[in-house]
Nanobody, 120 residues
Framework: VQLQASGGGLVQAGGSLRLSCVAS????????VGWFRQAPGKERELVAGISSGGVTYYADSVKGRFTISRDNAKNMVYLQMNRLKPEDTADYYC???????????????WGQGTQVTVSS
């Protein structure tokens, strides 16, 4: 599975962005997908995930503001980010794994990062 993330950019606090992750491979629908982010000097953290069956997970820091979704027919996973805050500034990565997990190292396929900058 190869992943490619896009959709990052510069936005003012309170604004919105939608990140997209496109995957290659006919079996993409069988994979769980996570959106991770990494701010300078910080660990890469899971912010949202979606299982192959569509069950979603959100970190407390983004719950109620971010929405993850997938369109298996298009091999796409999206992260809708609303009410963005300066602390959401980071490089965002999509990753796929055999099953949904909170453990970063269990995701074996990674896209390149897309940068999100939220100005105050």
């Amino acid at each position: 599975v190869q992943l490619q993330a896009s959709g990052g950019g510069l936005v003012q606090a309170g604004g919105s962005l939608r990140l997209s992750c496109v995957a290659s491979g006919r079996t993409f629908s069988k994979y769980a997908v996570g959106w991770f982010r990494q701010a300078p000097g910080k660990e890469r953290e899971l912010v949202a995930g979606i299982s192959s069956g569509g069950v979603t997970y959100y970190a407390d820091s983004v719950k109620g503001r971010f929405t993850i979704s997938r369109d298996n027919a298009k091999n796409m996973v999206y992260l809708q980010m609303n009410r963005l805050k300066p602390e959401d500034t980071a490089d965002y990565y999509c990753a796929a794994g055999v099953y949904f997990t909170l453990v970063r190292d269990e995701y074996h396929y990674w896209g390149q990062g897309t940068q999100v900058t939220v100005s105050s």
